[in-house]
Nanobody, 124 residues
């Protein structure tokens, strides 16, 4: 069992930055793919980024490529999503997820563990 807790959301102006954190507890998460998804009001859950650190490079949605960066701190069992150059269309609840999903990184149904979500609001 893996428990995930996100933090770091908030209100920021367009062009600003936020860093989301996802603390994992329970089973070691080193073997899991860690992903970030988001859901905006009235929209479907959307893939943002994912990385399996034992297999290849991180992947990003086209909409965030070049602006967002996924990273991890194994000592803290924490995965981060650094979000720069934020846009109003980035406004959503952001969720951390974990699972053995390779190679279906973008498919939220493959992830077995989810955090409660953290709200990100970008004002114009």
């Amino acid at each position: 069992q893996v428990q995930l807790v996100e933090s770091g959301g908030g209100l920021v102006q367009a062009g600003g930055s936020l860093r989301l954190a996802c603390v994992a507890s329970g089973r070691t998460f080193s073997s899991y793919t860690m992903g970030w998804f988001r859901r905006a009001p009235g929209k479907e859950r959307e893939f943002v980024s994912a990385h399996n650190w034992s297999a290849g490079s991180p992947i990003y949605a086209d909409s965030v490529k070049g602006r967002f960066t996924i990273s991890r701190d194994n000592a803290k069992n924490t995965v981060y999503l650094q979000m720069n150059s934020l846009k109003p269309e980035d406004t959503a609840v952001y969720y951390c997820a974990a699972g053995r999903v390779s190679p279906y990184y973008r498919d939220y149904r493959r992830y077995g563990y989810w955090g409660q979500g953290t709200q990100v609001t970008v004002s114009s």
